[in-house]
């Protein structure tokens, strides 16, 4: 590997000289670790003249390998070096209104306080930010990710809930999905189809219905509000109405009828690696949602 460190230097400058000046060693030593590299690969790789030292056709291709494996072993020493040190600085996240609030706000919090030399930047959007054009460290995305040239990574999974407050005019004559069709719908406009949504039931099979929107929103949080005041029935992520279920301010309709479950995803911006912090709060993120602590 130092031959190749050696001979690289020689061809990036043209020069033994200039090559030992940069590496810090003799121009002898460099002269000897190509002269022995040469014998080694069985084939000349350099041209040397008075003037200058030219890489021969076999020196050129040697010499475009050498700069991807002497890149990576770089980056492969930065991120460990990386990995040793203390989360710090400013971290820039982007997430969505209803798995912001719920999930990623407290986190950062909790973050802050544990990673005491950092500084959060959240911003809550349903409209997808690059992270790349607006200089923002990962996204969390929540759903079902569309092809992107950013590096993406799976974290988590959600389930979606039929709900409606108990109190429900005409909730008792829900059996299956098709009734949903004659009773007030709260759609969420953020979604891409939300009045189009199919079931499945393990015995029953699929069923795909139409909803009539008695109340249109644009976010999910606003969703569950105008949920609990009984204005109707509506489709929720479990992260968002879990609490509101278990206190009895909603509840599940047809819970054996299943819902697509979609996934919780972290995007990073397409760079070798990644500082602590953010490594740091993905970290966090997953023990989050595996229900560990951190």
């Given amino acids: 590997m130092n031959r190749l460190v050696y001979f690289a230097s020689v061809v990036d400058t043209g020069s033994f000289t200039r090559a030992s000046v940069r590496l810090g060693v003799s121009k002898t030593v460099v002269s000897q670790q190509v002269a022995r590299l040469e014998e080694e690969v069985g084939t000349t790789l ?114 979606q809930f039929l709900i409606a407050a108990p109190s429900m005019n005409g909730l008792c004559a829900v059996t299956c999905p098709e009734d949903i069709e004659d009773l007030p719908y709260i759609a969420n406009t953020a979604l891409k189809n939300p009045l189009a949504w199919d079931f499945e039931h393990a015995e029953l099979g699929r069923r795909s219905i139409q909803a009539k929107a008695k109340l249109s929103v644009n976010t999910t949080p606003a969703a569950l509000s105008a949920a609990r005041e009984g204005g109707g029935l509506s489709i929720l992520p479990d992260f968002l109405v879990e609490g509101v279920l278990s206190s009895g301010e909603l509840v599940h309709v047809l819970p054996d009828w299943h819902l697509p479950s979609g996934g919780i995803y972290v995007v990073y911006p397409t760079t070798r690696f990644r500082p602590p912090k953010v490594t740091a709060f993905v970290e966090m993120l997953i023990k989050q949602i595996r229900g560990g602590t951190y």
């Fill in 46 to 159: 350099l041209i040397r003249t008075t003037r200058r030292v030219e890489p021969t056709e076999a020196g050129i291709t040697l010499h475009q390998r050498c700069l991807r494996i002497l890149r990576e072993v770089d980056d492969a020493y930065n991120e460990l070096a990386q990995n040793n040190a203390e989360p710090r600085g400013m971290l820039r996240i982007t997430a969505p209104n209803d798995y912001g609030h719920s999930v990623i706000a407290p986190l950062t919090a909790a973050f802050c306080v544990k990673y005491p030399e950092c500084q959060v930047d959240l911003v809550l959007t349903d409209t997808r930010i690059d992270p790349v054009l607006n200089q923002l460290d990962l996204a969390i995305r929540v759903g079902w990710l569309e092809d992107s040239s950013l590096r993406a990574r799976r974290v988590g999974r959600f389930e």
